[in-house]
């Protein structure tokens, strides 16, 4: 195979606040040659993911931080087109956090094939993958929804949040989806069968628009953002609510976010739950999440949006929109057909 350069994302500094970019710089390097047990695996689409915020800290989380100069990872999907590896061949697609460039080599030890003929490759990124496995183990293991309970979903136009909210309508919930526009809560209403919508960028009371969405409490409240629309949900909570910590992204570019109130007087008067949770918390049970959603796919019950940006020369901006409501559904970047 004839030398292929190698163009990269790679962190150029830390972000104060939010992204810039001059966070980012493009650098080119060559492809080295493949050892005995490795791959070359070429990126078609690449996951843009709001807890890589956190990754461009130099501060302890559960995922190690990128150093300054390194190349950005994130969750792909890549075709395989050179191969020293006996269980990964020529043509093989394959997902793995691999680098933010067009190509990157493997030893396979966390790489896993995928099936382009079951459901578009993409979707692996998305509703099959680490955004539907945080709605499937959020809701199920934390949530554990009962028929006409009343849930509430913050980022509900996002991938986790979709997925979140369709899975809760399924087990026969109430469900309130909280986004930042008419058109995505209409899309959440009319398409996905929400049973009430708040646009939280219009409403001047946060508070009073949930009290009038949820005039019966709040049971599940599944958290993606955090803030002040988490404050107002918590005051509505019910005997025994369960509140799901899955996100927090108004938080994460906010130089000195607040601190955890001490107060958490309404979890003993509610004898309510509140948990976070990370999606490797229940890594062993991938497989039966992943069949229950591809299942559900298959029987028109649970769907999906994309906003694709073409050219890894845009991946920067694709992760900066994240945080200006600019994405719908899941965000991806794509690098090659």
């Known amino acids: 195979m004839s030398e292929l350069i190698n163009r990269q994302i790679r962190l ?14 493009m650098a080119e390097t ?21 807890g890589m915020r956190g990754m461009m800290e130099d501060k302890e989380s559960y995922t190690p931080p990128f150093s300054l100069n390194d190349v950005l990872t994130g969750r792909s999907i890549g075709r395989v087109i050179d191969s020293k590896n006996e ?21 396979g030890e966390n790489a896993q094939k995928v099936d382009q003929n ?19 183990f959020g809701l199920f293991e934390i949530g554990q929804p009962k028929k006409g309970e009343t849930v509430v979903v913050s980022g509900a136009s996002g991938a986790v949040g979709m997925a979140a909210g369709q899975l809760a309508k399924h087990q026969g919930c109430r469900v309130i989806g909280i986004a930042g526009s008419n058109e995505k809560n209409h899309y959440l209403k009319e398409e996905l069968g929400f049973d009430a919508t708040i646009n939280y960028k219009t409403t001047t009371d946060m508070g009073m628009a949930l009290q009038e969405a949820c005039p019966e409490g709040i ?8 803030g002040e629309i988490t404050h107002a949900a918590l005051t509505l909570i019910n005997y025994h609510a369960r509140i799901i910590i899955c996100g927090q992204t108004s938080q994460y570019n906010l130089e000195h976010p607040p601190m955890i109130p001490g107060n ?14 990370v999606v490797y918390d229940y890594a062993d049970r991938n497989d039966e999440a992943v069949s229950y ?39 991806l970047v794509k690098l090659s057909d």
């Open 219 to 226: 049971d599940i409240y599944f958290d993606n953002v955090g």
């Open 264 to 277: 958490f007087d309404f979890l003993i008067k509610k004898s309510a739950l509140m948990k976070g949770f």
């Open 12 to 25: 150029n500094k830390r972000p104060k606040g939010e992204p810039s970019p001059d966070d980012f710089k």
């Open 118 to 136: 079951l459901t578009p490759i993409s979707s692996y990124l998305g509703v099959l993958g680490v955004p539907g496995l945080c709605a499937y």
């Open 293 to 331: 959603l591809a299942r559900l796919m298959n029987e028109g019950e649970l769907t999906y949006e994309e906003h694709i940006v073409e050219g890894l020369e845009n991946a920067p901006q694709a992760f900066m929109d994240l945080f200006k409501s600019k994405s719908f559904g899941k965000q």
């Open 87 to 107: 269980n990964f061949a020529i043509g093989d697609m394959v997902y793995e956090r691999l680098g933010w460039q067009d190509y990157s080599i493997s030893d």
């Open 30 to 50: 060559s492809v080295p040659p493949l050892n005995n047990g490795q791959m070359l695996i070429q990126t078609l689409y690449l996951s843009v993911d709001p």
